[in-house]
């Protein structure tokens, strides 16, 4: 992982996605041998007598190379899935291109996402490449460094409960990245509670649940008219009071939409499969954790950007500095 940062304490790594490590697989096509002359027709010939290039919009359409008799053209005809190879001849069969030298080459079937993969892929057949903007390099400021650093202790300091609690040692904090505060904290409560589904990063959603259950029915009873001697008395347009969190920790910002749109989740241990998606469902912004979990929904499912998911967010793996010094 190359994208890093030093926040206080911690080493902040962020997790690659899944476009990062797919790996190169490639399609036939079929390919002609042409001059340099003879470029524009035969591409005008192909767009209209064979099928349109699908998925692979990445790839270039002409490749050049050297041949014995000086430097030509390979231009892709078409896809083989699209045709067969009697197919392919009927449709040029009584053309000028009647006689084109015509095989079969293979060509990257999905676009390189980071230099690494343009590289490879290159290598294979002429590739356009285009970084995704979310790869771009995770900058933090200052000022986040510290909350984040302060956001990651305190998931830290809340594990050292669960011992005394007689459960097991997980702790999560949500916090907001906007006022760079923590809007909820929980730890594990499945053993004491016999709730095999209250884990922390649940306990923690659920506790900003339980706040925006509450402020929705502050807002609406603050839109109820109110009735005193002099006459009925509307304080609609009153400020709304905002309470704080059930940990008692900074109110959370009106917003509309989903849960946890946008917020921090610092979690002592990586969330289980489970606790993950109920993060892509909560629309959380971004992810911080700190011991790696082989079963949890990082690791096994890349679930932080998984193609099939409506959601995607930023992840990081966090370790403690003073821990990476000593394992080098």
Known sequence: MADHTRCGDYLVERVPIEEERQKLETEDVYTARITAQQ???????????????????????????????????LVILCQC???DRDQLSARIRDTEWAALDIAVSKVPATPPYTKDQFDRWKAVWPVAYRPLVKLKQALFSADEKEYVHQCLRLAEELCKQCDMAGGRSVAAVI??????????????????????L???????????????????????????????ATGPESNAAAPLK??????????????????????????????????????????????????????????QYSMHSHRQLNHHFACFKCTRAEDRASES
């Open 242 to 299: 905002r309470a704080h969190s059930p940990c008692g920790a900074a109110e959370i910002d009106d917003r509309s939409g989903y849960l946890c749109e946008g917020m921090d989740v610092f979690s002592s241990r990586e969330p289980c499969v489970m606790c993950t998606m109920a993060l892509v469902h909560s629309r959380i912004g971004r992810l911080f954790f700190l011991d790696s979990n082989s079963g949890g929904g990082i690791s």
């Open 198 to 228: 209250r884990h922390a990063v649940m306990c923690c959603i659920a506790q900003v649940a339980d706040y925006e259950v509450a402020r929705e029915a502050r807002m609406t009873q603050s839109q109820t008219p109110k009735l005193d």
């Open 39 to 73: 470029t524009s027709r035969i591409l005008q010939f192909a767009s209209k007598s064979f099928p349109k290039l699908d998925g692979i919009e990445h790839v270039k359409r002409v490749r050049r190379e050297a041949h014995e008799s000086g430097d030509t053209l």
């Open 175 to 196: 916090g907001n990245p906007q006022a760079r505060r923590v809007v909820a904290q929980a730890i594990d409560a499945t053993t004491v509670s016999g709730n095999p």
């Open 81 to 83: 899935k699209m045709l």
